[in-house]
T-cell receptor, first 112, second 111 residues
Framework: NAGVTQTPKFQVLKTGQSMTLQCAQD?????MYWYRQDPGMGLRLIYYSASEGTTDKGEVPNGYNVSRLNKREFSLRLESAAPSQTSVYFC???????????FGAGSRLTVL | GQQLNQSPQSMFIQEGEDVSMNCTSSSIFNTWLWYKQDPGEGPVLLIALYKAGELTSNGRLTAQFGITRKDSFLNISASIPSDVGIYFCAGQLRSGSRLTFGEGTQLTVNP
């Protein structure tokens, strides 16, 4: 049982390049989330999807887009990467009626 | 948005020592969660608290849901090197609302 799987684990981009972080969960969870983790700032919510077909902005959505492709998959896209988007990105999912998030292992992104 | 103040930001302790960290909020929460993040991994749930005053243990870890519902504490007894990592608190205002995370406590355990 894989849980939440994120790819890639590491990525280096140049300013202005685009890329998509992929996330898939095999727990039949309804809700999925994208967070970024920066030193001393904890986990900040970028976007979330409460159910298949819906997406909503979190605390720090600027510069990102998301797609809830199906119930399993929730991708995060950077259209034009900026150095301020250098961070570790975590995908998480949650089942209905639960308030406990299950996290992926993270994707470390560096924008030069 | 909601803010959780987690302290201390970092701790350096000797193996065998006890550890205590806490989170406070200006808002009342109905759920408190404690997560641990091992180096290079995602956060993993340690303890979930659902009731004011609740005291829950998980091995050497004990967490409490504050009576005021505005704070929570995590204690680790007899620390070991594998306790190293970042500990996050998270709170939920009400059922169905999003989690708010604290800034994390970085724990280093010297053998």
């Amino acid at each position: 049982n894989a849980g939440v799987t994120q790819t890639p684990k590491f990525q280096v981009l140049k300013t202005g390049q685009s890329m998509t972080l992929q996330c898939a969960q095999d727990m039949n969870h309804n809700s999925m989330y994208w967070y970024r983790q920066d030193p001393g700032m904890g986990l900040r919510l970028i976007y979330y999807s409460a159910s298949e077909g819906t997406t909503d902005k979190g605390e720090v959505p600027n510069g990102y887009n998301v797609s809830r492709l199906n119930k399993r998959e929730f991708s995060l896209r950077l259209e034009s990467a900026a150095p301020s988007q250098t961070s570790v990105y975590f995908c998480a999912s949650k089942g209905s009626g639960a308030n406990v998030l299950t996290f992926g292992a993270g994707s470390r992104l560096t924008v030069l | 948005g909601q803010q959780l103040n987690q302290s201390p930001q970092s701790m350096f302790i000797q193996e065998g020592e006890d550890v205590s960290m806490n989170c406070t909020s200006s808002s009342i929460f109905n759920t408190w969660l404690w997560y641990k993040q091992d180096p290079g991994e995602g956060p993993v749930l340690l303890i979930a608290l659902y009731k004011a005053g609740e005291l829950t243990s998980n091995g050497r870890l004990t967490a409490q849901f504050g009576i005021t519902r505005k704070d929570s504490f995590l204690n680790i007894s007899a620390s070991i090197p594998s306790d190293v990592g970042i500990y996050f608190c998270a709170g939920q205002l009400r059922s169905g609302s999003r989690l708010t995370f604290g800034e994390g406590t970085q724990l280093t355990v010297n053998p």
